[in-house]
């Protein structure tokens, strides 16, 4: 029997109309490392409830034709933006320090975030004609309601900053810190280039490496730079582009 070879996943979040011209940038930057059938879309239905998809017929027949293209279509949250503060002390510190107030089902009840993912899926799948592949929470952030939540829904993806699972079956399908880069601030911006430079040698023991970028990364040239270079690390430590659902299927066939 022979090893599957790594396989780096990548990611592009964020994807709303009012992203529009970022999301383009990101895709003419990647799809020719890549492909766009080894890119994950990660879909806000209304981000921060000023971009509905609805009111942006044109940005749907762009979305209908990455998926129809390959591009795997993920649910990203509702609108991006949190409207609950967390109970916990953990997850207050969480919410101020790992996003700027969009850990949207980070508080969230299971039956408002049962709602909220069933709402989106049902739109972004009469948008594209297609099923979409899974759920990835704003931030990657998840509440206890939200973690039930995904199982309920029926979402067989879901990942955060060190996991990518199936929340039907509870299997976890990989294991590493994903690598993003943060441009809000000089300092996160100074930390996470400081980040994407290690990684590679950090994720060469994982059959998995994540990529994932923002809209706001195409607003820094030394970012835009930092993810060709990575990429091409990742890749030259002989990972295959690959695609999310084939971690399902893997783990289907091993279970099988
Ligand atoms: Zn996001």
């Given at each position: 029997m022979t090893t599957p070879a790594p396989l780096l996943l990548t990611s592009i979040h964020d994807v709303s109309p009012r992203f529009e011209g970022e999301i383009d940038a990101l895709l003419d930057r990647l799809v020719p490392v890549t492909s766009i059938q080894n890119l994950a879309m990660l879909v806000v239905p209304n981000f921060w409830d000023a971009a509905p998809l609805h009111k942006s017929p044109a940005f749907c027949r762009k979305l209908r034709d990455w998926s129809a293209r390959g591009a795997e279509i993920f649910l990203h949250g509702w609108h991006h933006r949190a409207e609950h503060l967390p109970q916990s002390?953990?997850?207050?510190?969480?919410?101020?320090?790992?996003?700027?107030?969009?850990?949207?089902?980070?508080?969230?009840?299971?039956?408002?975030?049962?709602?909220?993912?069933?709402?989106?899926?049902?739109?972004?799948?009469?948008?594209?004609?297609?099923?979409?592949?899974?759920?990835?929470?704003?931030?990657?952030?998840?509440?206890?309601?939200?973690?039930?939540?995904?199982?309920?829904?029926?979402?067989?993806?879901?990942?955060?900053?060190?996991?990518?699972?199936?929340?039907?079956?509870?299997?976890?399908?990989?294991?590493?810190?994903?690598?993003?880069?943060?441009?809000?601030?000089?300092?996160?911006?100074?930390?996470?280039?400081?980040?994407?430079?290690?990684?590679?040698?950090?994720?060469?023991?994982?059959?998995?490496?994540?990529?994932?970028?923002?809209?706001?990364?195409?607003?820094?040239?030394?970012?835009?730079?930092?993810?060709?270079?990575c990429m091409s690390r990742l890749l030259r430590q002989g990972r295959v582009p690959g695609r999310y659902s084939e971690l399902v299927a893997d783990s289907q066939g091993l279970a099988a």
């Amino acid at each position: 029997m022979t090893t599957p070879a790594p396989l780096l996943l990548t990611s592009i979040h964020d994807v709303s109309p009012r992203f529009e011209g970022e999301i383009d940038a990101l895709l003419d930057r990647l799809v020719p490392v890549t492909s766009i059938q080894n890119l994950a879309m990660l879909v806000v239905p209304n981000f921060w409830d000023a971009a509905p998809l609805h009111k942006s017929p044109a940005f749907c027949r762009k979305l209908r034709d990455w998926s129809a293209r390959g591009a795997e279509i993920f649910l990203h949250g509702w609108h991006h933006r949190a409207e609950h503060l967390p109970q916990s002390r953990f997850d207050r510190f969480r919410a101020k320090h790992l996003t700027a107030g969009e850990g949207e089902f980070l508080a969230i009840g299971q039956e408002s975030a049962v709602r909220k993912m069933r709402d989106g899926r049902k739109l972004i799948e009469d948008i594209i004609g297609n099923p979409v592949s899974g759920f990835i929470a704003p931030a990657w952030l998840y509440g206890t309601g939200a973690q039930e939540a995904l199982a309920e829904a029926g979402f067989t993806l879901a990942e955060d900053h060190m996991h990518v699972w199936n929340p039907v079956s509870g299997a976890t399908l990989a294991t590493g810190p994903v690598v993003t880069w943060a441009s809000r601030s000089t300092l996160r911006t100074a930390s996470s280039l400081a980040f994407a430079r290690v990684a590679p040698a950090i994720l060469s023991r994982y059959p998995v490496a994540r990529i994932a970028v923002h809209p706001g990364d195409v607003s820094k040239p030394s970012i835009l730079s930092s993810i060709d270079h990575c990429m091409s690390r990742l890749l030259r430590q002989g990972r295959v582009p690959g695609r999310y659902s084939e971690l399902v299927a893997d783990s289907q066939g091993l279970a099988a």
